[in-house]
């Protein structure tokens, strides 16, 4: 019993935080509409930016959020006013605007060998710190602390997002695009500066979860790719656009991470992930906690 | 329509003369290369080439293959991005398009496996430096030459030293845990254990596959702490071999001892990111810096001072490969692949700049194994010099002045 009550913390944790990697691709789908494939690479670059911002300054690990933070919002920002937003422009009498995703397609691929070319292939993990490889000890249970620290972190952001969509101007703006982008534009609202800003908060949003993976986690110029999938799953779980959905997608995923390898041996709750991905698309097509219109 | 083809005809006629060129000049000897560039493995494949380079640099600046007029050895290369698929493809491509002499390559035996197929099928001979899996040689090929020892022989000699070490420290080990990556390499290694480990009278208290794209192992190391076994073995790639060792240090998980299959285990990059969770590690490995063979030291310096880290196993396998490549060309005095096949198969190389391997020969039996190949067993320990992989198995190799720890001390 003990066990399975450890287990489901850790997976919690790291659901928590799975979900929080996958926060940034529901944003920017929200109001984009265009799936970003090039959403593990952010992840990649908020991971180089936390790793270089905590290796030269020798700061705490989560104080490196004040650095990613910033610099993520303005990498997302300008990434989509001077890469993607042109694309857009041609696109714009398209009702889905596919060559978009062709284009994040791209970026990934760019994205990835700069990397390798700057960074070169190997894997980087923090040095010593005060979060790395620390447990606390309760009743006879370990649990992660990095991990406990990604949790608050991702239900603090979750919650942040949550109110400034809601009560802020910026928010209202943002969602009004996301709902027709046409009827916003008549509004007076600019919705490419929009789409900047939006993929700025999701960029900025993936270089959180940056900040909460490194301290147990490694860094190498692909390493987008093992979460990519992983944060398509949840959103899709979740339900697309659903700040809320991805939390809860990703929490749903960790516990059968976490668990299912008690019963059973751990490559096949990959399996039982997929299962539920395709019996969810199915079932329930909008997700968990996604809108039932199209948009 | 008129301007493209007034730009496309000198364009084809170019390439045409080009191409032309290409075969009749017979001054050099193409060698594709097929390895992970990019994508999980791009580590290993980086230092794959690395050591390529060196060797290939180092026989055409002493005059390449003198019975071929002096040719040079040109490499070509292909990322496999670790996909069988990728790595076919890719094999069909450096044959017809590239028009390539010698094949070698792949690193992961899941991609090295179907793609010698297609070597065999254009009759194209194909040297594999290092992917172990045994089926590789098992396929009855006739053009498929592989140097390192394959891994029925590695775990072979993974449960002798654990026989040799008990021995040794008059200490039981009574139960096994198996952890491996769920590709072809770990699943391979694990097949074997199994019946080794039932021959040897152990008892196994896990036997557990986990995804090598996995983020999060804490699961599967709660189940080895709570199947509580002597000792723990396992087969990873890089990025999980990270994550399982801080995991197994996080969660204090207490074992006589941890004996790893190289691999991601051996990647350089491996002990700087798990510093001193690393610490009593055993690992079996093709090749260590400490192997005590004329010309070692001053490869990897040479290999070092060029790429800031020392050669790994694969590395050496690689550049070994080059010089019984170039070696087999010295002995067909031919470009023709069935000559060099042939060549190939009587290879018996015993010196030169290549032999820097812990075994004395290069010897090809029928199926294409090298014969002799044999891997070191090493720890991971501090000496006052920092953490670093000591050689420690088979006895006779074993760094002077070193003393084994067994079993493992709690920390």
Redesign the interface.
């Known amino acids: 019993m003990l ?1 399975i009550i ?2 489901m913390i ?2 919690v944790l ?1 659901g928590s935080i ?1 979900g929080l990697t996958a926060m940034g691709l529901t944003i920017i789908f929200g109001v984009l509409k265009v799936i970003n494939f090039a959403h593990g690479s952010l992840l990649m670059v908020g991971m180089y930016a936390t790793y270089w911002a905590i290796t030269l300054t020798g700061v705490h690990p989560y104080l490196a959020l004040a650095m990613v933070i910033p610099a993520m919002f303005i990498f997302g920002y300008y990434l989509q006013a001077i890469v993607i937003k042109p694309i857009f422009i041609a696109e714009k009498n398209v009702r889905e605007p596919i060559t978009v995703i062709i284009v994040t397609t791209g970026i990934w691929y760019i994205l ?2 700069l990397a ?1 070319l700057v960074f ?6 923090l040095a ?1 710190n005060p979060l790395k ?3 606390l000890e309760v009743g006879g249970m ?1 649990v ?1 602390q990095p991990k406990l620290f990604g949790f608050i972190t991702a239900i603090i952001t979750a919650s942040t997002i949550h109110w400034f969509l809601q009560k802020t101007v910026m928010g209202r703006a943002i969602r009004a695009t996301s709902m027709d982008r046409e009827a916003a534009s008549l509004m007076g609202i600019n919705q490419y500066r929009i789409y900047n800003v939006a993929f700025g908060i999701g960029a900025a949003t993936t270089g959180i979860a940056a900040v909460t993976l490194l301290p ?3 860094v ?4 987008g ?3 990519d999938i ?1 944060c398509f799953i949840i959103v899709v779980l979740g339900g697309l656009g659903s700040i809320s959905g991805a939390l809860l997608g990703g929490i749903i995923i ?1 516990l059968i ?6 019963f059973m ?3 096949w ?2 399996a039982i992930v997929y299962g539920l991905f395709l019996l969810v698309l199915f079932v329930k097509p909008s997700g968990l906690f996604g809108q039932k219109h199209d948009w | 329509m008129n301007m493209f083809s007034r730009f496309t005809l000198p364009v084809v006629a170019l390439s045409l003369a080009f191409g032309t060129l290409a075969v009749a000049n017979p001054t050099t000897v193409k060698i594709g290369n097929i390895e992970p560039m ?3 493995s ?2 290993l ?2 230092q794959g080439k690395a050591a390529r380079e060196m060797a290939v640099e180092e026989i055409n600046a002493a005059g390449g293959v003198k019975s071929l007029g002096g040719a040079k050895l040109e490499l070509i290369y292909a990322d496999s991005e670790s996909k069988p698929e990728k790595g076919v493809a890719e094999a069909e491509r450096l044959i017809n398009t590239e028009k390539v002499n010698v094949l070698t390559g792949c690193w992961n035996s899941a991609v090295t496996y179907p793609t010698t197929a297609v070597a065999e099928r254009y009759g194209i001979p194909f040297v594999v430096p290092v992917s172990v899996s045994d089926k590789i040689t098992d396929q009855g090929f006739k053009n498929v030459f592989r140097i390192a020892a394959k891994d029925s022989w590695w775990t072979k000699d993974q449960f002798t030293f654990l026989k040799d070490i008990q021995t040794e420290f008059g200490t039981k080990v009574e139960t096994l845990a198996f952890v491996y990556e ?1 590709g072809d390499w770990g699943k391979g290694f694990a097949t074997q254990w199994k019946k080794l480990a039932e021959e040897a009278g152990y008892k196994v208290v896990m ?5 090598s ?4 192992l ?3 190391v ?2 080895i702490k ?1 199947a509580n076994p002597d000792v723990l073995m396992l087969v990873s790639n ?2 999980d071999a ?2 399982l060792t ?1 995991t197994i ?4 998980v207490k074992v006589k001892a941890i004996v790893a299959s190289g691999g991601g285990h051996a ?4 002990m ?4 001193k ?1 690393a610490q009593y590690l055993f690992d079996i490995v093709e090749w260590e810096t400490d192997v005590n063979k004329p010309g070692a030291k001053e490869a990897n310096d040479k290999y070092k001072a060029k790429n800031g880290e020392n050669l790994t196993g694969e590395a050496v396998d690689a550049y070994l490969a080059m010089y019984v490549i170039k070696d087999a060309l010295e002995r067909s005095a031919s470009l023709e692949p069935a000559k060099i096949r042939e060549a190939l198969a009587a290879t018996n190389l015993t010196n030169g700049p290549g032999m820097i391997v812990g075994y004395d020969a290069v010897k090809f039996d029928a199926t294409g194994q090298n014969e002799n190949a044999s891997p070191v067993i090493v720890q991971v320990n501090d000496i006052g010099k920092g953490l670093e992989r000591i050689t420690i198995w088979p006895k006779n190799a074993r760094r002077a002045g070193y003393t084994p720890v067994f079993p493992m001390p709690s920390k």
């Open positions: 066990y450890e287990d850790n997976g790291m799975y990835d060998n390798l070169g292939p190997q894997y980087r993990s010593d490889g620390k447990m370990f992660s147990f986690y490694n190498f110029p692909t390493v790719v093992l979460f992983k960790g991470e976490s668990v299912g390898p008690q041996t751990a490559t709750t990959e | 990019s994508g999980p791009a580590t494949g980086k769920n036997d557990e596959p986990y995804p794209t996995t983020t999060d804490s699961p599967v709660q189940k709570r890089a990025a990270i994550l801080n240090a996080e969660y204090k990647d350089p990059s491996f700087k990111a798990v510093g969770n």
